[in-house]
């Protein structure tokens, strides 16, 4: 549409008229539209991608968690027994790998160790709620089964070990009395140094020894007794939520912990034999 306008000559001049906004192409509208769902497909694919990593991420974590506590130590243990060749490499001799173990300074828990297929050091106090339930958990699991280690010299397959943060001697008596466990004495030294060595500990003993405190009470550590190497620090979680299953649970552990032992040390035999 046009309209026209006279001049001053007396000519007329045709001029377009405005086109409102909706008097657009209909092509336009739809290229706009098209460009706009483009956009908005790209942003989402972006953001999916991102979800996707951060899920894949949280998920690799979590394995790493679970299997890392079950491993590190094995693999810790069994390097402690390896020596230097002349070639300066390091392989494993399985001929004194045993007899090199990080616990064997520990006298009070031999008996476990000897007599027990897996020991579970239970750092607990008698005052301490979050204990409670776990203890509970325990004695619901394993208080009435015949897989658990008293002191009647007859090999089980678990032992508890209970590594005490109670406050008074009479707390702790009353606390182990009625429970098959094997406590660290109350008194003794060993106590403590257990405490360090796997910098487990209640809050309120942190003054008084020192660490950098890796786990809060109540833990529970699963150690297997032939190589004394940690299964995983998640044993009073794991009791809690599969009662009696968690010692399965802990013995299948031990067997892909084993055979990654196993198969460690045949590379470091097979190495050895080349060079």
């Known amino acids: ?152 010299g007859q090999k089980k397959t678990l032992s508890i070990v209970y590594v005490s943060s109670d406050k008074t001697l009479e707390e702790y008596t009353e606390y182990t009395r009625k429970r098959h466990w094997l406590p660290i004495p109350f008194e003794s030294p060993e106590k403590n140094q257990l405490k360090r060595h796997f910098a487990t500990c209640a809050h309120r003993e942190l003054e008084e020894l020192q660490f950098d405190r890796k786990h809060e009470i109540p833990t529970g550590i699963v150690i297997e007794s032939r190589t004394q190497g940690i299964i995983t620090t998640n044993g009073a979680d794991d009791v809690e939520e599969m009662g009696a299953g968690a010692l399965e649970h802990w013995l299948k552990m031990q067997g892909w912990a084993s055979q990654m032992a196993n198969s460690i040390a045949q590379g470091n035999d097979g190495s050895s034999e080349k060079e």
Request: aromatic fraction near 10%; charged fraction near 20%; proline fraction near 3%.
């Open 1 to 152: 549409m046009q309209r026209r306008i006279r001049n001053t000559s007396g000519s007329t001049t045709a001029l377009p008229l405005r086109v409102k906004n909706d008097e657009y192409p209909r092509k336009t509208r739809t290229a706009r539209r098209r460009r706009f769902s483009k956009r908005a497909v790209i942003i989402a694919i972006i953001i999916s991608s991102i979800l996707t990593l951060v899920g894949f991420i949280v998920v690799w974590e979590s394995v790493v968690s679970f299997f890392g506590s079950s491993t590190s130590s094995l693999t810790n243990s069994l390097q402690t027994g390896a020596t230097h060749n002349d070639g300066g490499s390091r392989h494993l001799d399985r001929s004194n790998f045993y007899e090199q173990r990080p616990l064997d300074r520990f006298s009070e828990l031999q008996y476990a160790l000897e007599h027990s297929k897996l020991v579970l050091l239970y750092f607990a106090a008698s005052w301490c709620p979050m204990s409670t339930p776990i203890s509970d958990a325990l004695d619901e699991a394993f208080g009435k089964g015949d897989v658990l280690l008293t002191r009647n």
